[in-house]
């Protein structure tokens, strides 16, 4: 089973929608969790971290269920500029050095 | 001013050479990495320093050898290159707690 799992999508949707995304994680005692955004040939950005008590930047909302071991995305309002792969990430706790990455959710906003 | 810079950023060559890929940050960070995404998108970490010591070596073959001459620097060499080498290579660098991780652009390396 892969430490951190997610569906690859792609999820193509109008402008304006809103989307969601999830993630799930294997190892209970993971530490921190994070969406990266990684746009077609291009490093990896971070978009937010992930808080139980879940977080928001804008149109976008992050929540962690720890007893589930779920991360969650939602984009509102979605923009041509979304489409990207958005990657879930998570910092297991015997090493607060490396990443762990899913292997990404294609997003596509069509006009 | 490019905060995490990695060279070349493509590189093509044949089996069986050695390649070096070079990487500097300039954020001050003390820790740095190297990251292999193959062709299916998956990133994973290879390698980490951390004030020039190692301090996390993956599974990877031993043609691989991370040189970190000071803290901004971390570079990656490859012997005897095979085909399944092909992936693109992402130098990145954090502080110590790997929060603020920043990567570079990525080096893509073609193996024919």
């Known amino acids: 089973r892969k430490e951190v799992e997610q569906d690859p999508g792609p999820f193509n949707v109008p402008e304006g929608a809103t989307v969601a995304f999830n993630c799930t994680y294997s190892?209970?005692?993971?530490?921190?969790f994070f969406w990266y955004r990684q746009d077609c040939r291009k490093e990896p950005k971070l978009l937010m971290s992930v808080y139980s008590s879940g977080n928001e930047d804008g149109r976008f909302t992050a929540q962690l269920n720890r007893a589930s071991q779920y991360i969650s995305l939602l984009i509102r309002d979605s923009k041509l500029s979304d489409s990207a792969t958005y990657l879930c990430?998570?910092?297991?706790?015997?090493?607060?050095?490396?990443?762990?990455f899913g292997s990404g959710t294609r997003l596509l906003v069509r006009p | 001013d490019t905060a995490v810079s990695q060279t070349p950023k493509y590189l093509v060559t044949q089996m069986g050479n050695d390649k070096s890929i070079k990487c500097e940050q300039n954020l001050g960070h003390d820790t740095m990495y190297w990251y292999k995404q193959d062709s299916k998108k998956f990133l994973k970490i290879m390698f980490s320093y951390n004030n020039k010591e190692l301090i996390i070596n993956e599974t990877v073959p031993n043609r691989f050898s991370p040189k970190s001459p000071d803290k901004a620097h971390l570079n990656l060499h490859i012997n005897s290159l095979e085909l399944g080498d092909s992936a693109v290579y992402f130098c990145?660098?954090?502080?110590?707690?790997?929060?603020?991780?920043?990567f570079g652009s990525g080096t893509r390396l073609t193996v024919v």
């Open positions: 190892n209970s005692a993971s530490q921190s």
């Open positions: 990430v998570v910092i297991p706790m015997d090493s607060s050095y490396k990443l762990i």
């Open positions: 990145a660098s954090s502080r110590r707690d790997s929060y603020g991780y920043t």
